[in-house]
C-alpha cells in the first residue's frame, strides 16, 4: 500500500484471497502508516518492504499515488526479485505501471485501468483489452472492481476452480450494475467525454512518466 492509492485495489482482491485456505496475507507499505488514500480513507500498513517475508505472491495496486513511485528503486528491486523468481506477480489498475516501471511487463500481455491503457507499450508490453489478463507467471487486472476478477483468477490457478467458486459464493460475488457504463465501449459519450476531461492531467503526467521509463529500461515502445 502508498499513499494516494486507490483502497479498492487492495480491498477487493484481499476480500478473497484471504479467504483462501491457509492463506496468510501480509499488508506492506511503501511507508509506515497511517496514511490516507486518494478518496480519505484512513490505511496502516503493518509492515514496510524491508520487513515484508517471502512471499508466494505479490499484489500491486494502483492510483493516483502510483507517480510518486516509478523512480522508487527499492520498491520497483522488490517487484523485479519476485518476478525473477517465477512465483505469481499480479498487478490491479495502475499497478502494472509500477511494474513497468520495474522492467517486468516487457514482451508480456497486460492490461490496466482504461485511462492508462495506452501507456502499456512504453512498457515494453502488449496491452489487451480485457478485464484480466494471465500471462505465466502474470496475472493483470483493469480498472479497481476488476481487482475482484483478478484476485478470483489467482485463486483459481492457486488452489483450483472449486476453491475459487467457494470463495465467490462466500462473498455473493454476482455483479448486476445498474448502468451498462463501466468501459469506455458502453458509457454513454458525455459521460466518457467528462470521465476523460478529468483524467487527462494524470494521464499526461504518467504519460511523460512512461516515456522516461522506457528511456531508462531502453524499452523501444510498441505500436
Known amino acids: 500500500m502508498f499513499p494516494d492509492m486507490d483502497q479498492t485495489d487492495v480491498t477487493g482482491p484481499l476480500a478473497v484471497l484471504s479467504r483462501l485456505p491457509n492463506a496468510k496475507v501480509h499488508v506492506i507499505g511503501t511507508e509506515r502508516g497511517p496514511f490516507r488514500d486518494k478518496r480519505g480513507l484512513i490505511l496502516t500498513p503493518e509492515m514496510t518492504l524491508d520487513e515484508a517475508p517471502y512471499l508466494d505472491v505479490l499484489q500491486v495496486p494502483g492510483g493516483p499515488g502510483q507517480q510518486a513511485l516509478m523512480n522508487n528503486e527499492p520498491l520497483l ?120 476531461a478529468g483524467y487527462q492531467p494524470i494521464t499526461e503526467a504518467r504519460l511523460k512518466t512512461a516515456r522516461e521509463v522506457a528511456v531508462r529500461l531502453g524499452i523501444a515502445p510498441r505500436s
Open 77 to 196: 528491486a522488490f517487484i523485479r526479485d519476485h518476478a525473477a523468481s517465477g512465483r505469481p506477480l499480479f498487478s490491479v489498475c495502475t499497478g502494472a505501471l509500477i511494474c513497468g516501471a520495474a522492467g517486468v511487463l516487457k514482451g508480456r500481455r497486460a492490461t490496466t485501468h482504461w485511462a492508462s491503457f495506452d501507456l502499456l507499450p512504453q512498457f515494453g508490453a502488449t496491452p489487451v483489452r480485457e478485464r484480466v489478463v494471465v500471462d505465466g507467471n502474470l496475472v493483470s487486472a483493469a480498472g479497481i472492481t476488476a481487482g475482484i476478477d483478478g484476485a478470483l483468477t489467482m485463486a483459481s490457478l492457486l488452489r483450483g476452480d472449486a476453491a475459487a467458486q467457494g470463495i465467490q459464493l462466500d462473498i455473493q460475488y454476482a455483479p448486476e450494475p445498474p448502468f451498462n457504463a463501466g468501459v469506455p465501449e458502453t458509457a454513454p459519450p458525455e459521460v466518457l467525454a467528462a470521465a476523460k
